[in-house]
């Protein structure tokens, strides 16, 4: 079966400390990953893909295989970061369809 | 934002009435999805289309039923309202298909009484 978890429904934590939201995947295969961000009042949006292996508003993400992982990080979180953020998978089938998580909020105090 | 628009973005309907809600896009991308997003639940798959006239169930698709008469629209019906369907929907494309980045519309919040 397609799954993702994500076991955290609130990460709460101060500015300037490392964040890491987890996400779990189940898939037989190699799917695709990725992460969106749902800031306040706007829509969702992504933020990384696995295979693209970028930094973006320092954040990475690394896929562990072995763990079927694709935790996301940032070493000194913002204000700014506050957000809900999805963690995602792409199967291989014709469909492209997009398999959620059920999304961690991340508050990040001043 | 891709050019794709939901509509309308707020609805309060009673229960058991029909509902229509509407998503639009203006480059002629294929691959269309409607995702309802409920706390604790993420964003689930209800229905999806892959071409006019050509659709499929997602995993939460009792009690819906879509259709795609043009490229550019893609209709998703309530055709009795209930409470259970009062959620925040989201339609998505992704014009590039694998691993490729989904845009989304601005949702439409819908609440059944």
């Known amino acids: 079966a397609q799954r993702v978890t994500q076991p955290e429904k609130l990460l709460s934590v101060f500015k300037g400390a490392p964040v890491e939201l987890k996400c779990n995947y189940s898939?037989?295969?190699?799917?695709?990953l990725f992460w969106y961000v749902q800031y306040s009042r706007q829509r969702l949006q992504l933020l990384l893909r696995h295979i693209s292996r970028e930094s973006i508003k320092g954040f990475t993400a690394d896929l562990n295989k072995g763990e079927t992982s694709f935790h996301l990080k940032k070493p000194f979180a913002q204000e700014e970061d506050s957000a809900m953020y999805y963690c995602a998978l792409q199967g291989k089938d014709s469909s492209y369809k997009l398999i959620f998580g059920s999304g961690t909020r991340l508050l990040v105090r001043p | 934002d891709a050019g794709i628009t939901q509509s309308p973005r707020h609805k309060v309907t009673e229960t058991g009435t029909p509902v229509t809600l509407r998503c639009h896009q203006t480059?002629?991308?294929?691959?269309m999805y409607w995702y309802r997003q409920d706390p604790g639940h993420g964003l689930r798959l209800i229905h999806y289309s892959y071409g006019v006239k050509d659709t499929d169930k997602g995993e939460v698709s009792d009690g819906y039923s879509v259709s795609r008469s043009k490229t550019e629209d893609f209709l998703l019906t309530l055709e009795s309202a209930t409470s259970s369907q009062t959620s925040v929907y989201f339609c998505a494309i992704i014009p590039g298909g694998a691993n490729t980045e989904a845009f989304f519309g601005q949702g439409t919040r819908l609440t059944v009484v």
């Open positions: 898939y037989s295969g190699s799917p695709e």
């Open positions: 480059e002629n991308h294929r691959y």
